[in-house]
């Protein structure tokens, strides 16, 4: 979570680190969709000044995070079925990418790392911990993405990740989602560690585009 200096001696937050406060309330869905973004309230939580919350805003909005309308202010832009395609079509192009270029550049130390946390993984499914896995899910894929050696995949997937970070908290509190979703990062795995990267890039494109039929089941029950 994004923290501030805070106490009068501290610095003003810059614009940037106002956006990312706010980009990281969105992540974990403290703030929503079409909630207001109220100036006021911003400056109080942060400390920053009435020109940084502005800047911050106009920056999420240029992101697609955040709509600004005259004489309402800002608010968190809603999601739409059709948009939510978009971004998986282009997620399952990316990490399906990002698991073939792991299985071929990661070295041993990345590759052990990452059945590290696919064991966490496993305990959570046994601790019924679904917060734990979620966090943990967040790792086992920035771990993945890392390894394949790609920094441009990790940005655009940092990107298109926020929008949709509400839905896919929500999907890790369906017991059955999250064994799904376990049993796929577990033939992710085997590809990877057998260094085969052409099963490693359709066993996550496969897994990705089962989150999208997840998360679009969510999105209906939410907007009914």
Same mark, same amino acid.
């Given at each position: 979570?994004?923290?501030?200096?805070?106490?009068?001696?501290?610095?003003?937050?810059?614009?940037?680190?106002?956006?990312?406060?706010?980009?990281?309330?969105?992540?974990?869905?403290?703030?929503?969709?079409?909630?207001?973004?109220?100036?006021?309230?911003?400056?109080?939580?942060?400390?920053?000044?009435?020109?940084?919350?502005?800047?911050?805003?106009? /920056?999420? =909005?240029? +992101? #697609?995070?955040?709509?600004?309308?005259?004489?309402?202010? &800002? $608010?968190?832009?809603?999601?739409?079925?059709?948009?939510?395609?978009?971004?998986?079509?282009? /997620?399952? =192009?990316? +990490? #399906?990418?990002?698991?073939?270029?792991?299985?071929?550049? &990661? $070295?041993?130390?990345?590759?052990?790392?990452?059945?590290?946390?696919?064991?966490?993984?496993?305990?959570?499914?046994?601790?019924?911990?679904?917060?734990?896995?979620?966090?943990?899910?967040?790792?086992?894929?920035?771990?993945?993405?890392?390894?394949?050696?790609?920094?441009?995949?990790?940005?655009?997937?940092?990107?298109?990740?926020?929008?949709?970070?509400?839905?896919?908290?929500?999907?890790?509190?369906?017991?059955?989602?999250?064994?799904?979703?376990?049993?796929?990062?577990?033939?992710?795995?085997?590809?990877?560690?057998?260094?085969?990267?052409?099963?490693?890039?359709?066993?996550?494109?496969?897994?990705?585009?089962?989150?999208?039929?997840?998360?679009?089941?969510?999105?209906?029950?939410?907007?009914?």
């Amino acid at each position: 979570m994004v923290q501030f200096p805070g106490g009068p001696t501290g610095l003003t937050p810059s614009s940037q680190q106002v956006s990312e406060w706010i980009r990281d309330r969105i992540r974990r869905g403290q703030f929503v969709p079409d909630q207001r973004l109220v100036e006021v309230d911003i400056i109080r939580s942060t400390g920053s000044s009435r020109v940084r919350v502005r800047e911050a805003l106009q /920056r999420l =909005a240029a +992101e #697609g995070l955040v709509t600004i309308e005259p004489y309402r202010g &800002a $608010s968190v832009r809603s999601i739409s079925i059709d948009e939510l395609r978009h971004i998986y079509r282009a /997620r399952v =192009a990316l +990490e #399906g990418t990002a698991a073939a270029d792991f299985a071929t550049n &990661a $070295s041993d130390g990345q590759r052990e790392r990452l059945q590290q946390v696919q064991d966490a993984l496993e305990q959570c499914i046994v601790d019924r911990a679904p917060e734990r896995f979620g966090k943990l899910n967040s790792e086992w894929h920035g771990l993945l993405v890392e390894g394949s050696g790609n920094t441009i995949i990790g940005e655009l997937l940092q990107r298109l990740s926020v929008p949709i970070h509400r839905l896919l908290f929500e999907s890790f509190y369906d017991a059955d989602r999250l064994r799904t979703a376990n049993d796929d990062h577990r033939r992710i795995l085997k590809a990877i560690m057998a260094r085969d990267p052409d099963a490693a890039e359709r066993e996550m494109r496969a897994h990705v585009d089962a989150g999208f039929r997840t998360l679009s089941a969510i999105e209906r029950d939410y907007q009914v």
